[in-house]
């Protein structure tokens, strides 16, 4: 019952792996999503092998001192974004892309300026981690004629192994719920907003996971992550389905939503696994969508 009980075991990649293959069962979930799902994990994974494997680095590039979570905040200049294994993980994206059907246009695009200029896949990944950099992105997407979602999507996906990895190192054994101080409802490590929420199956409590690292916090039950909102009038719910133990949370006056499941609702045993449930629910995203309200970042976590 303790926190650190909770915070617990992280899953394998075998078990991930496992779990969103078990979601091609259900008929509501997109075979290609799903699988391009997995072959982005599988190309984030081995980032993050790479970079566990190689002797340790200073997280400060630049010859900054290292980060402190606890007296401020990851930036673009304390991760080590490596060109090389940018690269190559934008290949297995592209790959990913193709073989599930896809759009690559945009991609095919992005590839060329990339492979012109080695700095641009490090100012991309930088730029699409924190802030994000809009105006760099967007002058980018205008330069070769390329949606700036796509860039958005592509830089998360790239720069999402690099931070989570960097994250690690500098929390030691220590990552997981209750780290960091959260900057209203962003990750108060890296700064991204949430990818999901969970109430914990203990006592209910709201538990947002950082989209980009993965790092989880309390956050308060009625209040808006993106625009801190406590005025319950304008919280609201949408579901698919009164007996689905996922809906959505969404504000009106921002127009921002996050996605929650209730594991109090869930199978005694039953882990919730980030990556998944963003995989598992695009059917909710799409209702959020179609109801008016915006999904701000594209979900890009590593596991
Ligand atoms: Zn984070
Ligand atoms: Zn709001």
């Known amino acids: 019952m303790t926190e650190e009980t909770v915070a617990e075991s992280q899953p394998g990649l075998e078990e991930i792996l496992g779990c969103l293959e078990a979601l091609l069962e259900f008929p509501s979930v997109s075979e290609a999503y799903v699988r391009f799902r997995i072959d982005l994990l599988k190309g984030q994974r ?21 980060v402190s979570p606890t007296t401020s905040m990851l930036g673009p200049e304390d991760v080590a974004f490596d060109a090389g294994l940018l690269r190559a993980l934008f290949e297995a994206i592209c790959a990913a892309a ?54 958005l999507f592509v830089g998360r996906a790239l720069a999402a192994p ?35 929420a969970r109430l914990r199956r203990e006592d209910g409590k709201r538990l947002l ?22 005025d319950a009038a304008v919280l609201t719910i949408l579901r698919a389905d009164e007996a689905e133990p996922r809906w959505i949370e969404a504000c009106e006056r921002c127009r921002g939503y996050v996605k929650t499941v209730d594991e109090r609702r869930l199978p005694v045993g039953g882990v919730i696994i980030p990556v998944v449930e963003e995989t598992a629910t695009l059917h ?6 179609r109801e008016g309200y915006i999904r701000r970042l594209p979900y890009v976590l590593s596991g």
Request: aromatic share 4%; hydrophobic share 40%.
């Open 162 to 196: 690099f931070v989570a990895e960097t994250v690690r190192r500098i929390t030691p054994g220590t990552a997981g719920p209750g780290r960091g101080t959260p900057l209203g409802g962003h990750c108060g490590i890296c700064g991204s907003p949430p990818s999901v």
């Open 46 to 66: 081995a980032v993050r092998e790479a970079l566990a494997a190689a002797p340790a680095s200073p997280t400060a590039p630049h010859g900054g001192s290292a």
């Open 284 to 289: 909710l995203d799409l209702l959020a969508e």
């Open 209 to 230: 996971t950082c989209g980009l690292c993965g790092t989880e916090w309390e956050f308060e039950r009625l209040a808006c992550p993106w625009c801190n909102s406590q």
């Open 98 to 151: 193709a073989a599930h059907g896809r759009r690559s246009g945009d991609l095919e695009a992005l590839g060329t300026a990339l492979k012109a200029d080695p700095d641009v896949i490090t100012g991309l990944a930088r730029a699409a981690a924190f802030g994000p950099d809009l105006p760099h992105l967007e002058a980018l997407a205008r330069q070769y004629g390329v949606a700036v979602d796509a860039v």
